[in-house]
């Protein structure tokens, strides 16, 4: 007997269980002998996406803000992010114990997961709030004038986050985001801007699980950089597909352990959460 996935018509997600029908985590299924880490790395990543498809399907009006949440899709909405957090996380804990890197594939399922589940959590009121929440300009209607630039709260301490921001020549510092920079402004460097937004995720990534770090504002800086990358490797504004090429290789590495990190910090505030 062989180690399966197992899902039920009445809960959101799913999980691995043993040839004896234990639950399991992926990285235990993994280190069963006779493993085949090729085979059920693959199947997981396909299960995952079946339950990203199945939540866009059912809430994908709420997620897209045509509507509000109705009272009893509350629960269901937690669960979703929740059961899409488990699936990644276990997907990233378990690639070590195979001896095994992400792939493209990983990066554009785990991408297209991290953007949902700050969606879902927008919606129930469990994201994190983004770098400078509250303290940037209005930016009115009409063309925008100024510098943008990759600013950080704090350099010294890289967990707390940066974001794109426009500082116009009166000194007003507006949001702007990648996205925007890439396809709606002139005069940027394309290649330096991604390559600036890179570093400052991977930089993020890394200082996280140091000493000293808020969690919840880690998770809002690291989500917003995050965020705001996956958003700009989208098909089309109307999509939440990622889309990767096969230079971008490490691009979808650095996705996968975002969004490993990103749950693991959550997981220590939020009390339905395991990471």
């Known amino acids: ?13 799913f999980h691995w269980a043993s040839p004896d029908g234990l639950p399991l985590p992926l990285a235990a299924v993994i280190g069963l002998p006779g493993a085949e880490p090729d085979r059920w790395l693959p199947t997981h990543l396909e299960a995952l996406d079946d339950v990203l498809i199945e939540v866009a399907g059912r809430f994908g009006e709420v997620l897209g803000g045509g509507r509000g949440p109705a009272r009893d899709e509350w629960d269901d909405l937690a669960a979703a992010y929740r059961a899409i957090d488990r699936a990644c996380v276990e997907y990233v804990d378990a ?20 953007l ?4 879902l959590r927008y919606v129930v009121g469990m994201a994190g709030a983004p770098p400078f929440d509250g303290e940037l300009d209005d930016p009115g209607l ?31 510092r507006l949001p702007a ?3 925007m920079l890439l396809f709606d402004s ?27 770090v808020d969690p919840f504002v880690a998770t809002g800086a690291l989500d917003w950089l995050l965020f705001d990358w996956v958003m700009a490797h989208r098909p089309d504004p109307d999509s939440g597909a990622v889309e990767l ?27 339905g959460l395991v990471g």
């Open 186 to 212: 002139s005069g940027v460097d394309k290649d330096a801007t991604r390559r600036e937004h890179r570093e400052a995720l991977a930089a993020v990534v890394e200082s996280a699980s140091g000493a000293g």
């Open 116 to 119: 949902m589940g700050v969606r």
């Open 1 to 13: 007997m062989l180690p399966r996935i197992v899902s039920t018509d009445s809960a959101i997600g």
């Open 142 to 172: 009409g063309i925008v004038g100024g510098h943008a630039g990759l600013h950080w709260v704090d350099a010294a301490e890289p967990w707390r986050g940066a974001r794109w921001l426009v500082v116009t020549d009166d000194g007003r």
């Open 95 to 114: 690639l070590p114990v195979a001896g095994m890197e992400a792939d493209l594939r990983a990066g554009q399922i785990l991408g297209t997961a991290s």
């Open 245 to 271: 090429t096969a230079a971008q290789l490490d691009d979808a590495r650095l996705i996968v352990a975002a969004t490993g990190a990103s749950v693991r910090l959550r997981s220590r505030f939020d009390p």
């Open 177 to 179: 985001s990648l996205s």
